[in-house]
């Protein structure tokens, strides 16, 4: 395939992204970030983000295991989630934090747990369109061609 | 021989001489002691005057005893000698009592005189007397009348004064009966109240227009009424005699009539009778005591009824206060319910602008025709704009409360005028509307304002006159208002004064469209009122435009309105609005209205030390990035601890994250102020925060934050707000 064909595909992959609400404005934001004095920020700051939310979605999974679930603990966790994801643009992932911190605000263990299985099926979405869109990125480096903004 | 002796007159009767001896002796003895008792009687008493007439009379009295005695001694034959002396004692005597008997005649009339005064004194002192016991009387009625009228003032409730009046007054003047009689409701009757002696008087009634109460009312002082009359027949008619009775009247006063000349209109009347069988009569100072106390009891009659007339109003204060703050609370729990409402409206209606936004804006990086690409432009100007039509939503009910604020910078007039006429001139072609913009030459190309808002305003009010023209011309005409054009005769309260820094700009929308009628004017600015005109039925709109534009005008303490002559006459638009003059050091620093040609490579801030406080590792990245792309040398720290140890007078700004739960950022600001003394010396602190709530601006302002910006910050926002924050020292984003 050729570097035009490839660049149009990842055009129109980031362009469904954000129609369907995986990212938002913020990552935008985050691509202007990058230069050439930066220019792996993107792939950093999302690699990052997957470290981050994996330790907090583990650490979430055990604390709503537990007999009496501590709901400040859980809390803390959801509102690190939400932040992290608002950082990056991951708008669904986002979403579903502000509601899952609803739950734990009313102490809600059902809630939560739904909410638990939500995020973590957000959450592997946009990691793989994420992934999907840097191994494009990634093809079109190597045919020579340049990222287009 | 003859002797010479002498011979008793008579001769001697042996029984009858005896007798006449023992009687001599006797009168002798008693003539004889008498002086030595006036001797002694007058030894005592040391005033008596007339002395020397005591010793003459005694003089008298002891020489009559002597002659008495030696008259003794001549019953029986006697010598010479003692009838010589016999002789003498009698021509004594009969010189001292001649001249007693001549001195008598001076002083028996001055002994009289004497006995005159004595009684005349006597009968003096008894009148005194009398007097004395009347004034005590007086005296103790005086003093009843205080305590009665003390008794009188100390209680408030109407029915005890009555009764304590008449108790009392029963008391003080021992009267039989004593009673009150107060007007009815109807004013033309006077009703037995209260009496002293019956418990429960039968409420019987008198008509008020007799003739002897009619005296009684017309005079201030206690009248002498006949027993017989209506009101004072009071106790069954029997064989006594009936005392005197005495009336008075009573002023009842009211409210209203607290003026000092003004005579109140209804009396009551209170009878007051003496004991019957009695011969007692009313005295003037008992008259005097009955009107005093009549007094009395008015005044302390119209205290009651003050005192009622205020525990009434009191209790309708409380509970109309009750129910303010019910209806305050109700309306607060709805503007909270309303404003949580806009929130989550406001929040759906970002979501597809957004996308909306970052769609137009990545289109417009592809490759398209000038055609395409002027659409895709006013595509996004469109968004931006409605991007702010949407927060102003959120405005408008922060407009209500008052915590809007205008984010005041120096703009290009000239260029939002333009804009303005780019914006509409595709809309108003296709209805065939020419469209003129006037500006006058004395306007300043720069002024100091909100840009944003009064293009809003200038735009919804072109957008309107465009929408209710079907044909015709629309004229855009904007100038400098001086002072007499400043003043209008629409707004009479309106006085604007332009001053050094300012200037007012007037703007004039003149269309020939579908004209507004006279009685719809008022309501244009109303908010979600429509005028009911056929030819506006379909042109849509919420009808907030007009409300809100009055509101901003308002902020920007200009006046806003709308002429017209009548429908289909075309209606003229003007506004005025106060703006501030720009100078040439503000013109360097203007932001660009158009986001779309900025320099991603533009270094602002080279080598501007920059702290970042962030738990969250992606979050703190990403500000990182943010200012590292700004030419920014930007240290991090995870830790509000960590953040103290590492802050150093080298840090210019701190940017710290404070929407964490558990992490007190502004503690750590305050600590941070205490480590710094010298404000030139401290670094700028800053608060990043999600939370767009009132409190958290209010509380980062409370521990002396320098500013507060808004998660997400995209990278135009940072840099603007670094230099705003660089250049003032100070920056809080309305948030």
Request: hydrophobic residues 30%; glycine residues 16%.
């Given at each position: 395939m050729d570097v035009v064909q490839l660049q149009r595909q990842l055009v129109d992959y980031r362009t469904s992204l954000y129609h369907e609400g995986f990212l938002d404005e913020q990552f935008t934001q985050l691509q202007e970030l990058q230069d050439e004095n930066n220019p792996h920020f993107v792939v950093e700051v999302v690699s990052l983000f997957f470290e981050d939310s994996e330790r907090h979605l583990n650490e979430l999974t055990t604390a709503l295991e537990q007999q009496s679930v501590d709901f400040r603990r859980v809390d803390a966790h959801v509102h690190q989630l939400k932040g992290s994801s608002s950082s990056i643009g991951a708008q669904r992932v986002q979403q579903v934090c502000i509601a899952f911190r609803n739950y734990c605000e009313e102490q809600n263990v059902e809630g939560c747990l739904e909410c638990l299985q939500q995020v973590k099926h957000e959450y592997s979405l946009v990691k793989t369109k994420l992934e999907s869109m840097f191994q494009l990125e990634q093809q079109i480096l190597t045919a020579g061609g340049s990222i287009p903004m | 021989m003859e002797c010479n002796c002498f011979e008793p007159q008579w001769p001697a009767d042996e029984l009858l001489m005896k007798y006449q001896y023992i009687s001599d002796f006797f009168i002798a003895l008693a003539y004889f002691s008498i002086p030595l008792e006036l001797i002694y009687f007058v030894k005592k008493s040391a005033l008596f005057p007339y002395r020397w007439v005591l010793v003459q009379f005694g003089a008298f009295i002891v020489l009559c005893g002597a002659t008495h005695l030696i008259n003794l001694w001549t019953f029986t034959m006697h010598s010479r000698g003692v009838e010589v002396v016999m002789t003498t004692a009698k021509v004594l005597t009969a010189v001292v009592s001649c001249a007693t008997a001549l001195m008598l005649v001076h002083i028996i009339p001055d002994l009289l005189s004497v006995k005159i005064r004595e009684l005349f004194l006597k009968n003096k002192a008894a009148e005194l007397d009398r007097e004395m016991g009347l004034i005590r009387t007086q005296e103790e009625t005086g003093r009843h009348v205080r305590m009665l009228t003390h008794e009188i003032r100390s209680t408030l409730d109407r029915h005890t004064i009555l009764k304590t009046t008449l108790v009392e007054l029963g008391r003080t003047l021992s009267l039989q009966e004593c009673a009150l009689w107060m007007p009815t409701c109807t004013g033309l009757e006077l009703q037995l109240s209260y009496t002293l002696r019956q418990q429960n008087p039968v409420g019987y009634t008198v008509p008020i227009h007799l003739p002897v109460i009619n005296k009684v009312f017309s005079s201030s002082h206690a009248v002498k009424i006949s027993p017989n009359c209506p009101v004072a027949r009071l106790r069954p008619a029997g064989k006594y005699i009936p005392g005197e009775v005495v009336a008075v009247r009573v002023p009842l006063l009211h409210?209203?009539?607290?003026?000092?000349?003004d005579w109140p209109e209804r009396y009551a009347l209170m009878v007051l009778m003496l004991p019957s069988d009695s011969a007692r009569q009313w005295h003037i100072h008992e008259l005097e005591l009955v009107e005093v106390v009549a007094d009395q009891v008015a005044v302390a009659l119209s205290h009651a009824a003050i005192l009622e007339e205020s525990m009434r109003a009191r209790d309708l204060l409380m509970e109309q206060n009750v129910a303010l703050d019910l209806a305050r609370r109700e309306a607060e729990t709805a503007i909270r319910a309303r404003n949580d409402f806009l929130a989550v409206m406001n929040h759906e209606m970002r979501t597809p602008m957004h996308a909306i936004i970052a769609l137009s804006s990545l289109l417009q990086e592809t490759e398209l025709t000038p055609e395409q690409r002027l659409m895709v432009e006013t595509i996004l100007k469109s968004s931006n704009l409605l991007t702010t039509l949407i927060n102003d939503v959120l405005d408008l009910s922060r407009l209500e409360d008052g915590s809007l604020q205008l984010d005041l910078e120096t703009f290009n007039l000239y260029a939002l005028f333009r804009e303005v006429l780019n914006l509409i001139k595709p809309i108003a072609s296709v209805k065939k509307l020419h469209v003129s913009l006037n500006l006058a030459?004395?306007?300043?190309?720069y002024a100091v304002g909100d840009e944003k808002r009064l293009m809003q305003t200038i735009l919804n009010i072109v957008g309107n006159a465009v929408k209710f023209s079907k044909e015709g011309s629309i004229s855009i005409t904007a100038f400098v208002a001086k002072s007499e054009s400043l003043r209008d005769s629409q707004a009479p309260e309106f006085f604007p004064v332009p001053s050094d820094n300012h200037f007012y700009l007037r703007v004039q929308v003149k269309d020939s469209g579908s004209g507004i009628s006279p009685q719809d004017i008022p309501k244009l600015f109303t908010k979600f009122a429509q005028t009911q005109s056929t030819a506006t039925?379909?042109?849509?709109?919420?009808?907030l435009g007009l409300a809100i534009c009055k509101r901003f005008v308002n902020l920007m303490e200009g006046h806003i309105w709308i002429e017209s002559e009548g429908l289909g006459k075309g209606s003229t638009a003007i506004f005025i609005v106060k703006l501030g003059i720009a100078d040439r050091l503000n013109k360097s620093k203007l932001p660009f209205m158009s986001k779309v040609s900025t320099n991603h490579g533009l270094t602002a801030f080279p080598g501007l030390k920059v702290l970042v406080m962030d738990e969250n590792g992606v979050s703190r990245m990403v500000t990182k990035g943010l200012l590292v792309h700004l030419g920014c040398d930007v240290t991090m720290v995870s830790s509000s601890d960590e953040c103290l140890r590492v802050v150093s007078q080298e840090h210019k700004v701190v940017l710290m994250d404070?929407?964490?739960?558990?992490?007190d950022g502004y503690d750590i600001a305050i600590r941070i102020r205490e480590k710094f003394t010298k404000r030139r010396e401290r670094p700028l602190l800053v608060a990043l925060t999600g939370n767009t709530d009132k409190v958290a601006k209010e509380n980062c302002m409370r521990v002396g934050m320098d500013g507060v910006i808004l998660k997400p910050v995209s990278l135009d926002k940072m840099r603007s707000i670094l230099s705003d924050l660089l250049e003032h020292r100070l920056l809080f984003e309305a948030i």
């Open positions: - | 409210l209203s009539n607290f003026q000092i000349n030459p004395d306007l300043p190309e039925r379909n042109s849509g709109g919420s009808g404070v929407c964490v739960p558990g992490i």
